[in-house]
Structure formats: structure tokens, C-alpha cells
């Protein structure tokens, strides 16, 4: 019988790790939270000041968690006593019949999971076409009431100061080189510097680095991709802003665009498109911009934020870690089920975060997952072959 220096070992100090390591420690668990950078850094995909939060989603899976997710965010400024998350509605909008099946799925499933979030006759909706938004041509325009923005660099730190609270311990600087199963019922982690920990079970939440630690076991089809954020600077002060009601945005269409009000930064409206360029995520700061992403981006805002720079202020990088369709994998590992991982978020792990960490701790645990985690099985892939 081996001995055991945790319960569960969570690799990936990120969003979907630290609410996976909090989720363990609520169950009684004895829990160990890795992470291979210094915290708080600007490596990984869970840094900076805001994340969108919606309830509304084509796929019916991700509709289906949103109200899960709304909650727990909910209870968690509760038990905190802060403010993570700020209401603001996302304004969702098809531009053209060519986006009218992913527009009705929305609309769908939000009637399904969550349909008094949905409202498409907002007073707010007419007043934001009349001055501050300009589109020729509309196939159909709705206002998601839950969603918004949530704080996110505040959220990271107020997850792993309750887990930390519970008695979690939390290693930062601390790199997991290899994992090495011992028979079924424990995994060796080998760590740097020179140092060998035994758990029960390890989730690895590792973003980018997920594939690396997992290869000797399961071939993931995972992608990292540098994702390049704009502000771009309001012509009169307040309008864009939070504070005046000005909500986010969801565009269906080509390009897939996403905005925030102005939040960060006085009077700086983050505005992106969804996707990146793909890289080596151990060089993501030597990989070249790709022009024809911000060409198409200046000439979006031009188009369709009249009281808006047409050039960004700012410039900030994230990272992306993509699968082929987008929608990230839940599952462990053949043949040692107690090697979960969760990866491939795909620009939206963020807001998920919560019911993903459930999820990933249920499987660690060897528990029934509370929701289907079909939609995330890495055996889609599989079978298309």
C-alpha cells in the first residue's frame, strides 16, 4: 500500500485548476494546488482584469452549465464579500441570414436553461443602435439579462485564498515534470527541483502545458494561439461605459467579435475577436502578429462603434489553448482513471470555470459526474478517423 503525501494533486494554478483544488477541499479532501510560475503572472490564459460571463451559447451543453456557473460565482462574492462579478447584459446579434441557425440556437436553448435571462425587447437595445452602434442590416438582436463581466485577476486570487483557507497547500514555482501511475491506486508526481510526491489522484489543468504531462497516455489534439486584446479609446467620455449601462457584445457573425464596456481603463472599451495565431506556447512572445486580424478588427470598430478610435490605445496577449471544434475535453486518462485533466478551453474556460472544477473533482473522487460530460470527450475526435 503506498503512502500518500495528498489526496489529490491539481497541476495548473489557472481559474479551472484553482476551482477544481477548491471543490476537492470542500469535500474534505487533503489537496495540493501546483503551479509552475510565480503567482499572479501573465503567462497562461487566467490573467488580466475581465472575463465575459453569458448564459446564452448555441451549443445546448454550455447553456446547460451557465446557470450552474452563475450561481457558485454567485455564492462565492457571498462568502468573500467581494465583487467578482458586474451585471451588465451582453447584447447578442446576427448580422445576416447566414447566422440565423446559431442565432435560434441561442435563442432556444436559453428558453431550455435559463429563459429569464432572455429578453428581446430590452428599451436599451434601440437606444444603443440609435447613437452608439451602427449596423446596415440586422437578422436578429437579443439581450442576455445575466450576463456581463467578471473581475477576473480578483476572481483567480479570491478561489485559491478560500482554498488556502480550507487548509489547501498551495506550491507555487513549482514545475511537475512527469507523472508516473503506480498500479491503480496512486500516481507519482515528479516535480522540479529534484522532488517526488505520491497522491491518490492528480487533475491536470495545465492550459497549454496540458499535452506535454499527458502524452505518455492519451494524444490530445490541442492548440495554443496567441490572442491579441484592444482597447480602443471612446471620442466622448462615459458613453462605452459600465457605469452608463452600456452593456458587452456578442457578434455571431464573421468576424466573431466580442466587446466589453469601458472597465479597465477610463473610457477604453475592450474589443476582440475571438481566435488567435497558433504557437509554440514555450515562444509565445516571438510569434508575429498577424496583421490581417487587426486590419479586420480596425475596420469592425470603424464600421460599427461610430464614438470609438478606429485605433487601439492598448495592446495586450493572452493565450488560447484550442481543440479542432472548440469545445474543451473533460475526461481521464486509458487506463488509470485516476489521471483527470481538463483542457482545451478555448476562450471559455473562464466563466465555466466553477461547474468544470465540479466536474473534474467528481471525477477525481471517483463520483458520478452531476452533469453529462459526453459533449467533452476526447473520443469525438477518435472517432472521426
Known amino acids: 500500500m503506498a503512502e500518500f503525501d495528498f489526496d489529490h494533486a491539481v497541476v495548473g494554478g489557472g481559474i479551472v485548476g484553482s476551482w477544481t483544488a477548491l471543490q476537492l477541499i470542500r469535500a474534505g479532501k487533503k489537496v495540493l494546488l501546483l503551479e509552475q510560475f510565480s503567482q499572479p503572472h501573465s503567462r497562461g490564459s487566467s490573467h488580466g482584469e475581465t472575463r465575459i460571463i453569458r448564459s446564452g451559447y448555441p451549443e445546448p451543453f454550455f447553456c446547460e452549465m451557465m446557470p450552474h456557473a452563475v450561481r457558485m460565482w454567485s455564492e462565492v462574492e457571498i462568502e468573500t464579500g ?32 435559463c429563459p429569464e435571462s432572455l429578453d428581446t425587447t430590452d428599451p436599451r437595445i434601440d437606444t444603443l443602435f440609435s447613437r452608439l452602434l451602427h449596423y446596415d442590416k440586422m437578422h436578429g438582436v437579443l439581450m442576455d439579462n445575466s450576463g456581463g463581466i467578471l473581475r477576473a485577476h480578483k476572481a483567480v486570487l479570491a478561489i485559491q485564498a478560500l482554498f488556502r483557507e480550507r487548509g489547501g497547500e498551495q506550491w507555487d514555482n513549482c514545475r511537475v515534470q512527469k507523472l508516473e501511475p503506480v498500479g491503480e491506486e496512486a500516481v507519482k ?11 491518490k489522484s492528480v487533475v491536470v489543468c495545465a492550459g497549454c502545458w496540458a499535452q506535454k504531462l499527458l502524452s505518455p497516455f492519451v494524444n490530445l489534439p490541442l492548440q495554443a494561439a496567441v490572442v491579441r486584446v484592444y482597447y480602443f479609446k471612446s471620442k466622448e467620455k462615459g458613453v462605452y461605459s459600465e457605469k452608463s449601462g452600456f452593456p458587452c457584445l456578442i457578434d455571431l457573425g464573421n468576424p466573431d467579435v466580442y466587446a466589453l464596456p469601458s472597465y479597465e481603463y477610463p473610457d477604453l472599451v475592450k474589443i476582440c475577436i475571438h481566435g488567435g495565431v497558433n504557437c509554440d506556447h514555450e515562444a509565445r512572445d516571438k510569434t508575429p502578429q498577424d496583421p490581417k486580424i487587426e486590419k479586420k478588427l480596425k475596420d469592425y470598430v470603424r464600421d460599427h462603434f461610430p464614438l470609438l478610435e478606429p485605433e487601439p490605445s492598448i495592446v495586450e496577449v493572452c493565450m488560447y489553448t484550442l481543440t479542432p471544434d472548440e469545445v474543451f475535453l473533460i475526461d481521464s486518462v486509458p487506463k488509470h482513471k485516476n489521471i483527470v ?15 468544470v472544477g465540479k466536474l473534474l473533482s467528481q471525477l477525481a473522487m471517483g463520483i458520478e459526474p452531476f452533469l453529462d460530460i459526453s459533449p467533452y470527450s476526447p473520443s469525438r475526435f477518435l472517432q472521426k478517423k
Open 82 to 113: 467581494k465583487k467578482l462579478m458586474e451585471t451588465t447584459g451582453i447584447l447578442v446579434i446576427a448580422k445576416a441570414s447566414s447566422e440565423a441557425k446559431l442565432y435560434q440556437n441561442v435563442v432556444t436553448n436559453m428558453k431550455k436553461f
Open 189 to 199: 508526481l515528479h516535480l522540479d527541483p529534484q522532488k517526488v510526491i505520491t497522491v
Open 341 to 355: 485533466y481538463g483542457a482545451g478551453f478555448s476562450g471559455t474556460g473562464f466563466k465555466t470555470s466553477p461547474v
